[in-house]
């Protein structure tokens, strides 16, 4: 009997000692888990705080990149205010984008506002698989230190995919992808040869997972998310750097659609207040959304599973495309001739109800 007993307490001992072992293991991996958790939380507030700051009071010189810039889109929005931004860190302006007039109105409200030299590229990126040759030529005399591959379409608010029309699918394909990729092909030649430049490309905060309802537009985005951190790796040795940014709403033309995303507010910036904060970022951070409000969304959104993001964007651009259907309506009330006298204040008050 008191084998017996001596035989189970031995066992006990040995399976306590064990335990106490595996108690410890699992002890250390907590608190390597932790430490590593703590290490990455600490990097991302400092990288936050530095960002901050040097959007706020840090700028590199521009101009060290070569004389020009060029910027695609850029009669409206962001490619509009992006130009202007360049422009006031005294870089000269080509400006390629469709519509010879509002080309030749923004090269001249830049060259008066800023001193510096324009060269205008009339081209509708939609259109323009012979078009290439013409913007080559237009650029090839000039040092180009910066790209930006801003110019874009979405649909006109959100719809589900056979909602879309043909002819806006190709547009999507055609400016979205691309124009960029030609335009990168055209100018990165003479930054590598000397040594120096940037490619910026204007993605979007969609491209971060699927977003339903913006599928294809979506789509285009991530292709330039991966084009660009692709492109960085092969180029960074040849001095070149590759920035894509990756912003939440700004509120330009292509968001007029609603009346929520039309008005600026801190998560919902203007063309200018974005592109200052953007413009800012060139040699510092190679994947960003430009502006920090937008880059805490990000960080948040980071932490939720895709089936999150998919149930939030399916409800969030439910409730914008059926903003958008009344909108319509109600401008298409407005100008029938029964209701003339509708009033602005009437139809921004039935957008606020919805
Ligand atoms: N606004 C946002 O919330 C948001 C968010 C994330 C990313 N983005 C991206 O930011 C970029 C700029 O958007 P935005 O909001 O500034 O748009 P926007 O106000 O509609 O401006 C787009 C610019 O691109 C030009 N453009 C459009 N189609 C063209 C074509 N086929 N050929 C040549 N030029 C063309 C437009 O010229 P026209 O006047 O002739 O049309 C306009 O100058 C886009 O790539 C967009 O995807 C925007």
């Not at 007993?5 to 907590?30: H, N, P, W």
């Not at 910027?71 to 080509?94: F, Q, R």
């Not at 001193?115 to 030529?137: H, K, L, M, R, W």
Request: charged share 20%.
């Amino acid at each position: 009997m008191a084998a017996v007993v001596d035989s189970f307490s031995f066992l006990a001992k040995e399976i306590i000692s064990v335990l106490t072992s595996f108690r410890d293991a699992l002890a250390l991996i907590g608190a390597i888990y932790a430490a590593r958790k703590t290490l990455g939380l600490s990097y991302k507030v400092v990288s936050a705080i530095r960002f901050v700051l040097y959007t706020k009071f840090g700028r590199r010189d521009l101009v060290r990149y070569g004389h020009w810039a060029v910027v695609t889109g850029c009669t409206h929005g962001i490619g509009k205010a992006y130009a202007y931004e360049l422009a006031s860190g005294g870089l000269n302006i080509i400006l390629v984008s469709r519509g010879l007039k509002k080309l030749q109105e923004v090269a001249k409200d830049i060259e008066e506002s800023f001193g510096v030299q324009t060269c205008i590229v009339p081209v509708d990126f939609n259109e323009a698989d012979d078009a290439y040759p013409g913007i080559q030529s237009k650029i090839q005399d000039k040092e180009v230190g910066i790209l930006v591959n801003n110019v874009g379409v979405m649909y006109d608010y959100p719809q589900f995919f056979l909602d879309v029309q043909p002819e806006r699918l190709w547009q999507l394909v055609n400016v979205n992808v691309a124009a960029a990729t030609m335009m990168t092909h055209l100018v990165l030649p003479q930054m590598v040869a000397r040594g120096r430049g940037v490619v910026v490309n204007m993605s979007s905060s969609a491209c971060f997972l699927p977003t339903p309802q913006m599928t294809v537009y979506s789509a285009t985005k991530a292709y330039l998310d991966c084009f660009s951190r692709a492109l960085q790796v092969e180029y960074k040795d040849r001095g070149i750097i590759v920035q894509c940014l990756m912003p939440w709403y700004v509120a330009t033309r292509m968001t007029q659609y609603s009346e929520t995303l039309s008005d600026p507010s801190t998560l919902i910036p203007s063309a200018q207040v974005y592109a200052r904060n953007a413009v800012a970022t060139i040699g510092f951070s190679s994947r960003t959304t430009g502006y920090w409000p937008h880059s805490i969304l990000s960080w948040f959104c980071s932490y939720i599973p895709e089936s999150l993001w998919m149930w939030f964007s399916m409800r969030l651009n439910n409730a914008l495309r059926q903003q958008a259907h009344r909108r319509i309506k109600m401008k298409k009330l407005k100008h029938s001739e029964s209701l003339s006298s509708f009033s602005d204040e009437d139809l921004a008050q039935q957008s606020k109800q919805d």
